[in-house]
């Protein structure tokens, strides 16, 4: 079968619903594999509502596959935010297309470095995008671990 069109656009608030669901289905089904039952379910209380709800604050994006929501990804400042992608839809160029708009935005903005509070989950994707562990930390049982990648040219 081949790839789907994958379009990225600036989210809207037209986009918090979907966003939510997205980020709520994700923790339960992919981000459940990497963490206790006690983190999920307290990150499933806040976190899609918090996510959907800075859309607007954020410089947020959305990823559409045949014409549905089927991704986000956030820049605040040079803090990469919720990268997230409906498992449906994982493992198929969403989230890389995401990070590609973010990277494109802090670059435009003249960003130097990229951080990113990652989850235990996503730590080998931002690897991949050449982000660098710089400490973990544990919020009780929850692993955190904080990445930052240097663009080129840019001062250490």
Known sequence: MPRKQIAIRRATVDDCRAVHDIVLRALLETNAKDYPGSVIDRLVLTLPEKVASNLAAWHAFVAIVDGRVVGTASLSGDTVKSVFVHPDY?????????????ENT???QSVRALNVQSSTTALPFYAKWGFNIIREQLYGEERTIVMSKTFPGAPN
């Open 90 to 102: 994982q493992r198929r160029g969403v989230a890389t297309k995401l990070m590609g708009a973010v």
């Open 106 to 108: 802090a670059l435009a």
